[in-house]
């Protein structure tokens, strides 16, 4: 179960109404702001429960993406990024990128962390806009300013290829190793092979292995390509 998802168990019985007492309910909350953020949250977690098929719901990917729709209209950060990638890996709705794009960027303006990085990983790969190497480094950074480590390892990324930025390997294994600390499994990879192969550091395969050996173990699941 998401964590995100895990924080909604204080709404559990308001996920078990009606269609009717929602709308009921959804009107009254929809008179403050405060109860707006609510409802966004309540709709959130409804998608959550389709998508993954959880408190009682059966998979419905449709269904999903339309509770995802009335909370990111309700300004739900999460409920906008959740949204994105429905878009963009066409789950319940046709593929759009520049939809997904679109959701991506308000989701990151309403402080998602996540959907910070994947703007990064559009501009990098023109997914939904045009090919910007420079934007996607700077996406990154902003991600990497929030701790996310995902943006850390493609960070990496592009200071090992000169991917927007001059070709740098001490720059590319001081971001992989920053990365490795949150838990980021491909960047434990990466480290693995910096240690292997003397990129950005000396050659030494006992540490190779031993980075290889914590990927084995697992970390922190990666969503950074697509």
């Known amino acids: 179960m998401p964590k995100e998802h895990r924080n909604c168990v204080k709404y559990k019985t308001l996920t078990a109404l009606s269609k009717r ?31 993954a098929g959880l408190n ?25 990024h ?12 046709r593929r759009n990128d520049w939809e997904a794009v679109c959701w991506f ?14 703007m990064g990983v559009c501009y990098e790969n023109g997914i939904g806009v045009s090919q910007d190497l420079k934007k996607a480094v700077e996406w990154y950074f902003r991600g990497a300013s929030e701790d996310n ?14 991917k927007g930025v001059n070709k740098n390997d001490k720059e590319a294994f001081s971001w ?6 949150t838990g980021c499994i491909n960047a434990m990879h990466a480290l693995g092979y910096c240690y292997a192969q003397g990129i950005g550091v000396a050659k030494n395969q006992e540490m190779a292995n ?17």
């Not at 008179?31 to 389709?50: H, I, T, V, W």
């Open 149 to 162: 480590g995902n943006s850390m390892y493609n960070l990496g990324r592009c200071y090992q290829f000169g």
């Open 56 to 80: 009682g719901k059966k998979i419905d990917l449709q269904k999903a993406v339309q509770c995802y729709k009335k909370g990111a209209e309700a300004g739900n950060a999460d409920a906008m």
């Open 21 to 51: 007492e929602q709308e009921m309910y959804a009107a009254v909350f929809l008179k403050r702001p405060e109860d707006d953020r609510k409802l966004g949250l309540l709709m959130y977690c409804r998608g959550n429960d389709y998508l």
């Open 105 to 118: 960027d308000k989701a990151a303006k309403a402080g998602n962390k996540d959907a910070i990085d994947r």
């Open 82 to 93: 959740r949204l994105a990638s429905c878009y963009l890996y066409g789950w319940g709705v």
């Open 176 to 181: 992989y190793l920053r990365s490795a600390g």
């Open 210 to 226: 031993q980075w290889y050996q914590k990927v084995g173990h697992g970390g922190v699941k990666d969503e950074s390509t697509t």
